[in-house]
């Protein structure tokens, strides 16, 4: 999905726009709170997926890499 700097960057992008909306009052707009509801689920499923996905390769690196398979 997404590489570390683009979730940096993401992340940042919805600190900054909580912080500039909130203070233009604008957080109760619907559209304006749907994309960062949507910015924050892509967020998080960023976060799951290298998450799983590490421990998944981890876990068969492991299991090629043992003695028996020889």
């Known amino acids: 999905m ?4 683009q979730s940096l960057v993401l992340t940042g992008l ?4 909580i912080f500039v909306f909130g203070l233009l009052h604008l957080l109760e707009n619907f559209m304006i709170l749907t994309a960062l509801t949507v910015v924050f689920f892509v967020i998080i499923l960023n976060i799951f997926y290298h998450k799983f996905n590490k421990d ?3 876990k068969k690196n492991k299991e ?5 398979s020889k």
């Open 14 to 17: 919805m600190a900054g726009s």
């Open 56 to 58: 998944y390769i981890s």
């Open 64 to 68: 090629n890499s043992s003695p028996d």
């Open 2 to 5: 997404l590489n570390d700097t």
